[in-house]
């Protein structure tokens, strides 16, 4: 149980463009996700956090305006980077928790989104 | 401000030997732990969660908890080649808030 999938696996893009990413819970309701971002050989940074439903709120630092979230059902969260530029290449996780579960505090991690801006 | 503190090592053992890992936290308002391992290019997985003093085992794996101290640590016996990745540790808050330390790196030489 407490599967949680992101499409797609890795993305390489241009300069410029959007790209989006998806976060979603097979087999438990996620009325929470996060999303997280982490480069090379550093530690995992969380960027926001979602609730079903409501607007997400981001970490001090990261912009929503690029990062743009979608939480529109207790399986699906999206995260949009827009015009994504080479420092945005980094590697994307989701995590998500069901606080009506049996364990609601506990985060389960897709297996990341790995994302090169050219 | 919640902190969680890990030492980034790396830390090397050899095969079947014990590797210990440490955390401390600063906030005592954490209600639960847990350690994740990750492997190199992969995202983390949930080896182990603990809420209450004491010790949780789990097959090679052993939590230990020490609210008093602000403490977390988590024991590998009989240490394997595969137990190389990175082990973060993370501390939870009965709102939606969880703080990962920045991750111990283990290696495990044969």
């Known amino acids: 149980g407490a599967v949680v999938s992101q499409h797609p696996s890795w993305v390489i893009c241009k300069s410029g463009t959007s790209v989006k990413i998806e976060c979603r819970s097979l087999?438990?309701?996620?009325?929470?996700m996060f999303w997280y971002r982490q480069f090379p050989k550093q530690s995992l940074m969380l960027m926001a956090t979602?609730?079903?439903?409501?607007?997400?709120?981001?970490e001090q630092g990261v912009e929503k305006d690029k990062f743009l979230i979608n939480h529109a059902s207790l399986t699906l969260s999206t995260l949009t980077v827009t015009s994504a530029h080479p420092e945005d290449s980094s590697f994307y996780i989701c995590s998500a928790r069901d606080a009506r579960g049996a364990r609601p505090d506990t985060q389960y991690f897709g297996p990341g989104t790995r994302l090169t801006v050219l | 401000q919640k902190e969680v503190e890990q030492n980034s090592g790396p830390l090397s053992v050899p095969e079947g030997a014990i590797a210990s890992l440490n955390c401390t936290y600063s906030d005592r308002g954490s209600q639960s732990f847990f350690w994740y391992r990750q492997y190199s290019g992969k995202s983390p997985e949930l080896i182990m969660f603990?809420?209450?003093?004491g010790d949780k085992e789990d097959g090679r794996f052993t939590a230990q908890l020490n609210k008093a101290s602000q403490y977390v640590s988590l024991l590998i016996r009989d240490s394997q080649p595969s137990d190389s990745a990175t082990y973060l540790c993370?501390?939870?808050?009965?709102?939606?808030?969880?703080?990962f330390g920045a991750g111990t790196r283990l290696t495990v030489k044969p």
């Open positions: 993370a501390g939870g808050y009965n709102n939606n808030d969880m703080r």
């Open positions: 979602s609730n079903e439903g409501s607007k997400a709120t981001y």
């Open positions: 087999d438990f309701q996620a009325t929470t």
């Open positions: 603990i809420y209450s003093n």
